[in-house]
């Protein structure tokens, strides 16, 4: 990591320094690779530990640097992509996407909110219950995002033969059963929102933390066959438009899940 004369600079010391650092993690660094302390970092640079300290928080909201306990500062990999209006159209847990199965209730454990509700066209009321998957996706050992499934039982009727009443291999039977179904399309939405404590939890962010909420409606011939509730890390991720590039703005309340 090479040294910068910032007197002269016009720009904000920690600015022009942020973009310096950031040209060092390209060029000198690999992903996990942890950085000089601060007093050695700011002793090269030049510049007081408290204008380091600033360019190093700027570089963490931007993803490229990662704090971790026990570690210190280490280079952060690469975003990852969240697809949106994507022309692909798959069911949750067809392929091998970075997603882990993590817990499953049981159809009559709890009631999805309202919103989700809504979402699924009624079911989850009266004689119609909701299976909830719990899913968490990782990248280079990271949680990156945790995601709730919400499945009705109409669309997995042959799971009650399945002998395993919650955790790990209750998720994967949920979602072996979902791909028995044809998938006619998906639609998608991203809002920004601010990580709720149990999201907050398994992401390693504070609560109130920026995160992405991509929801996921799933189609079949019948209707909604499932709605997908994921929460990412803001810091960790981008957004991708596939080979259409269509994006639709729209302003609407978000879908608490």
Known sequence: MGTTQLETVPEPKYWHLKTVLSEALDQDFAVGEVLPNERELAARFGVARATLRQALEQLELEGRLQRRRGVGTTVAPPRVGVAVGSTGQSWPGESVD????????PADAALPSAAVLKLLGGAGAGDQPVHTVRRTRVSHGQAVAAELLYVPAASVPGLSAIDAPAGPARARAVLRELQRLALDGQDRSVELGSARADDAKELDRLPGAPVLVVTTRYFTAAGTAAVS?????????RLTFGDSGDVEITHEARVAS
Do not use: K
Request: net charge negative; aromatic share 12%.
């Open 98 to 105: 970075g997603w882990e199965a993590v817990d499953a209730d």
């Open 229 to 237: 509730v994921a929460t990412y890390r803001a810091d960790t991720c």
